[in-house]
């Protein structure tokens, strides 16, 4: 059995704050995590849980460090890596000058691969440990991806692009194909590692009433699949999808006519969504992506994060890699703070912590396992560096709240924030290097012993 056990202050979300109040939020200021077998023993107050360790027990000390659970990005493409930081376009002129260009290169199984593995590292070092991510539409960018994945033993989520128009030749599929396709995938990697399936048709405008069905049908064979699209991200989009599909009463009803709209839906964006669709989409159970950089970033509006709530949609927060410029979750706090006050609504940084973990996870529906390191749950977790930077030290040294350290980090913040990033106990990510970093004092950083170590 393996065992570590890590001293520092802790901080992980039980609950929507917003609905359950702000002791949804736990925080120790001198807390222990104990992590035994890749999965949470034991969370809490140090002075509680350090008397209960056998003797002999080894603790790393991790003095100045906060520790969280991994953050999951709610909605995120991989291929589009190489398009983030594109000048100048909105959604559908950037989907044509830069993204449908890039994706054609994952025809080739060597440049998924090589994108796979740098996109994961990307992850790792922003502390983003679970996400629900687009491929492409070639089989074979899911399969590098999945490779890549179950190697690290990564909690992602992931499904095959499906388009049959309106795209270019080199990235549609047909009906038939991409069903042929998405079922074989799910037969391929259902149940390795802590990977998931999401049927991803890309959304409304290119795909056909048939695909679209061809989807629901696929999703409706596999419960344990979730369905990943985008909706209502631009007004020039909603228009064209109002013209695509003039017998549908809004948008969201071109997705429910064809079984897509359900508990297991991720619906990415969301930000003309009208209070009715939101409503729909809560009553049905389906989750909204937030995607605060990638909405400022092409232009595409104000998502109201308080309306989504109000209607009782389950929000994540996505990156939104390519449009959006930043694989920091951390970053994506800030953004939607800034979204949120030009909103007139400033959220609330626990609020706002919350959305970037145990959120995602319901989102995700992967809340049984991750999103918070209550005892039983899988241990990726976060060691933050509240002095990361010399600005972030000083700064977060006279932020006398939690909630405070928190808006600090997410407006200062990024992935020199994330100091480690564990994933199921196992060291995944070091800043530094895999030197230990701290607390030269304890034999090695992750000093636990079952029984006492004997002597040199
Ligand atoms: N809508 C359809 N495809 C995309 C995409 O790749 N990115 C974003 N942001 N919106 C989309
Ligand atoms: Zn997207």
């Known amino acids: 059995m393996s065992r570590y056990a890590y001293r ?92 449908y260009p890039a994706e054609q290169a994952f025809a080739d199984r060597a440049h998924a691969d090589e994108t796979a593995a740098f996109f994961l590292a990307e992850l790792l070092r922003n502390g983003t440990t679970s996400a629900l991510i687009f491929g492409t539409v070639h089989k074979t960018s899911v399969d590098a991806l999945f490779d890549a994945a179950l190697a690290r033993n990564m909690r992602l989520i992931a499904g095959k692009v499906l388009m049959d128009r309106r795209a270019p030749a080199a990235l549609t599929d047909t009906v038939e194909t991409g069903r042929a396709d998405t079922e074989a995938l799910i037969r391929a990697w259902r149940g390795k590692g802590r990977l998931g399936y999401a049927v991803t048709p890309r959304f409304a405008v290119t795909s056909s009433d048939a695909q679209l069905a061809m989807a629901g049908e696929v999703a409706a064979a596999h419960p344990d699949v979730l369905i990943h699209t985008h909706m209502a991200e631009n007004r020039e989009e909603v228009a064209r999808v109002g013209e695509l599909f003039p017998g549908a009463g809004d948008y969201l009803d071109v997705y429910a006519r064809h079984g897509l709209v359900g508990p297991r839906s991720v619906f990415a964006h969301c930000v003309h969504s009208s209070d009715d669709a939101l409503r729909r989409m809560a009553t049905a159970g389906a989750s909204a992506a937030f995607c605060p950089s990638s909405n400022l970033l092409l232009g595409s509006g104000l998502f109201s994060l308080k309306r989504a709530c109000t209607c009782g949609v389950t929000v994540g927060l996505g990156t939104d890699i390519g449009a959006g410029a930043s694989f920091s979750l951390l970053h994506m706090m800030g953004e939607a703070y800034k979204v949120g006050q030009l909103g007139g609504d400033a959220l609330d940084p626990l609020h706002a912590f919350y959305l970037a973990t145990l959120a995602g996870a319901r989102a995700l529906k992967i809340d049984g396992h991750v999103g918070n390191l209550i005892p039983g749950k899988e241990a990726d977790f976060l060691v933050l560096d509240l002095a990361a930077t010399p600005l972030l030290a000083r700064r977060t040294a006279t932020a006398a709240t939690i909630a405070e350290k928190l808006f600090v980090l997410s407006v200062l913040g990024d992935d020199r924030v994330v100091e480690r990033t564990y994933l199921a106990g196992e060291l995944a990510h070091s800043r530094d290097g895999a030197a230990p970093v701290v607390n030269a004092l304890v034999a090695g950083w992750d000093g636990y012993a079952a029984t006492p170590p004997t002597a040199p």
Not at 53 to 78: K, M, N, Q, S
Request: net charge negative; hydrophobic share 45%; with cysteine.
């Open 8 to 99: 520092a202050a802790l901080l992980h979300a039980l609950d929507d704050p917003c609905v359950a109040g702000p002791d949804a939020v736990t925080h120790y200021d001198d807390g222990l995590l104990v992590v035994e077998d890749g999965h949470v023993a034991a969370f809490g107050a140090y002075a509680e849980i350090a008397a209960t360790l056998p003797a002999g027990a080894r603790v790393t000390e991790l003095p100045g460090r906060l520790i969280t659970p991994g953050f999951v990005d709610a909605h995120i493409h991989y291929p589009q890596t190489d398009v983030v930081a594109a000048w100048g376009s909105q959604l559908l002129d950037w989907l044509n000058n830069h993204t």
